[in-house]
């Protein structure tokens, strides 16, 4: 055992480090968090998110990798909401409905996920070393897995694909922003291509 006054050993030092990098982590979602908040995404800059943080740039660099990086973060806690809900929730989104109906239900869950984070959704997919992510292979399983029990047939790869890019953020921020398509317009056209490729 170590007496109290001699110096703390190396192991000591390393989990002092781990601790003030879990500070910075905090301190620095939570300065991203309200920014966003206050100006939008595409008004704050990583410098901004440091300043306000009160740590320097590189350790927002070191901690994120990159501003996408850092989108990613933030969207990881409702992202995972979403995934628990279509995995183990109630149906028709969970467990427990027909496959048509669950990839429905999903449809509509997705679109409102993503007008809800378009903005970071949007910043995010810019850095193509983040736009194909775990979330990304989690959604396209689902669908995949889906429309293959819904009795779908032909590349499925691709169907899913095709879905899953009918809500990608820049796509839902186009049609309800630049052509005027209300949401619930767009999970009724996005209703009806899932609907042709089941068949149905």
């Given amino acids: ?71 990613l973060v933030l969207l990881d806690e409702d992202e995972q909401a979403l995934q628990h809900a279509f995995l183990f929730g109630s149906p028709p989104l969970g467990p427990g409905a027909p496959p048509l109906e669950r990839l429905l239900a999903y449809g509509r869950a997705r679109l409102a996920f993503v007008d809800e984070h378009r903005f970071l959704l949007k910043d995010a997919g810019r850095d193509p070393e983040t736009r194909f992510n775990a979330p990304h292979t989690l959604n396209h399983a689902h669908v995949r897995l889906l429309l293959r029990t819904a009795g779908t047939t032909g590349n499925l790869d691709t169907q899913a694909d095709a879905l899953l890019a009918l809500l990608e953020a820049d796509y839902v921020a186009h049609q309800c922003d630049d052509v005027g398509v209300t949401l619930d317009e767009f999970g009724d056209a996005w209703e009806g291509v899932a609907r042709k490729l089941c068949g149905r």
């Fill in 1 to 71: 055992m170590v007496a109290a006054h001699q110096p703390l050993p190396v192991s000591g030092q390393a989990t002092q480090e781990r601790g003030d990098a879990a500070r910075n982590r905090e301190l620095l979602l939570a300065a991203a968090r309200k920014l966003i908040a206050q100006r939008g995404p595409d008004a704050v800059t990583m410098d901004d998110i440091a300043s306000e943080a009160g740590v320097g740039k590189g350790t927002l660099f070191r901690r994120f990798g990159s501003r996408a990086g850092l989108m």
